[in-house]
């Protein structure tokens, strides 16, 4: 999918939210156990009941590799019922991979030949070698870490270098240089949404990719404040308040809910922000 | 696997060579091919062939992601194999993850309880909350990324704060806190050998595992120099040196012939370096 695509996606939806499929097979509700393939049916229903509030879809991958070989059936079947929906949908596989070369080059062959996503998350770690070998696919997005919405990211992120720059700044500086940002976003956590103003000064046009929204403490309001750009230039994303809103029989309509909520107080801002 | 047990291994074998399992579909022996699974089949001749002289195997993930279910599959099997060969086997899943909380609980669900790994790559970006999730279990191993042999890891490991101190050091430094040398190991990259002594003045107990011996240039007896302890205190990693010496129908003894010279140089090193 295209920067421009992603945007008009925003538009018609009056959304920037991102739906996380953290679908872990000991929370779905129990009457879906019996089916063939309880997880892919739950995220079926999930995303029928969510895709007119979504713009983008995130699968955390550990969720899928705990359950091996057939964890990545089900991820696949996931990804392929999206790519099939009546709207166009950016499918971003939360991998967080960073390794080298060639091996990072068959990561970008996983997710991009054979899964099909739009975006991948990668760390930053180990430098430009992680990210390139990702480039080389049109029209696909690297989603690199930047400042992260956990307590651990103040071991490293925040870091400072002899001219009181911040490791994340760092990050940002240097691997905007490697691509535009018509295929690179940065995940910018929202429980940091005081340090968005920071990373727009670094990194004005580019996608902000938020988790920390509801479950995690961060403030919807707050990241629109400081992290919209013109083109929105958010996805922020919501996973668990919205994939467990309801435990029973009822849960994609509660998740629909929920996401209709979240889409709600996005247009408001959107309008807030940005004249949409 | 415990510490001390792993040193035993060094001692009977004489030797502290990891086999990096870096398979590819694209390179193994075309007499391979007609294998119901070909990479498992590959992996299966390779380790007997290498088992004499390897205390370690090192699957790397994207090789196998990179082929869907049926890597997942052919990883398995070759960890199933390796688990029943005559001697006792230090596995690690070379998979770079780094996520948070739960996701990094499943991850280590995945690698430890699912795979039956003893040890995974882990990189430190997310900081602690990476790694805690990973040490619940017991007498499985961390092997954290601190300083890499990729022209990559010149973009942010080596940036110096304001002591004038390197981020890997950093690394190091705060990440020693989190569990003993009896849990966690670091990469170090053989081709940055001169800084294996900053490494060691940090980490003086710990197992460093060293990639970049041969095909990435590095050199063996300044790795052993710098970097050997009282319990040896290495793995050195081989993979396409030894499992792509050959390509024809002898490829088997050819990975023999290989990883059996590794052996000898390592004998000699550690005769020289310690007393065993």
């Keep these: 999918m295209t920067y421009s695509e992603l945007y008009q996606q925003i538009q018609q939806k009056r959304s920037f939210l991102c739906v996380g499929l953290d679908t872990d097979i000991n929370r779905i509700p129990t009457h879906l156990l019996d089916a063939e393939d309880p997880v892919f049916e739950f995220n079926r229903q999930i ?22 070989e ?23 596989a939360d991998a967080k ?28 770690y180990m430098g430009s070698d992680t990210v390139m070998p990702f480039l080389k696919y049109e029209n696909k997005w690297v989603v690199l870490l930047a400042l992260t919405s956990n307590n651990g990211a103040n071991d ?44 727009r000064a670094i990194v004005p ?3 902000l990719l938020v988790p920390g929204i509801g479950a995690q403490g961060g403030n919807l ?9 013109t083109h929105c ?3 922020v994303n919501s ?7 309801g435990a029973g029989v009822d849960f994609a309509s509660k998740a629909s809910d929920k996401a209709a909520e979240l889409q709600q107080q996005m247009e408001f801002l959107l309008k807030k922000y940005m004249v949409i």
Tied chains: 1, 2.
């Design 47 to 68: 995303v029928d009941a969510t895709l007119d509030y979504a713009v983008a879809y995130k699968p955390n991958l550990a969720f899928y590799e705990a359950q091996g």
């Design 70 to 92: 057939k964890g990545w059936q089900s991820l696949r079947r996931t990804i392929q019922y999206i790519r099939k929906a009546r709207s166009l949908v950016f499918i971003l």
């Design 97 to 124: 991979r960073g390794d080298i070369g060639n091996t990072s080059g068959l990561y970008a062959k996983a997710f991009f030949d054979d899964l099909k996503a739009d975006a991948v998350t990668l760390s930053p």
């Design 156 to 199: 490293f992120q925040f870091l400072k270098d002899r001219k009181g720059e911040y490791l994340f700044e760092q990050v940002l500086k240097k691997s905007k240089k490697w691509a535009s940002a018509e295929q690179m976003m940065y995940v910018v956590g929202a429980t940091k949404a005081v340090y968005l103003k920071r990373v």
């Design 205 to 207: 046009d580019h996608f």
């Design 221 to 229: 309001e707050e990241v629109a404040l400081y992290g919209m750009n």
């Design 233 to 235: 230039g958010l996805l």
């Design 239 to 245: 996973s668990r308040g919205i994939i467990y809103a």
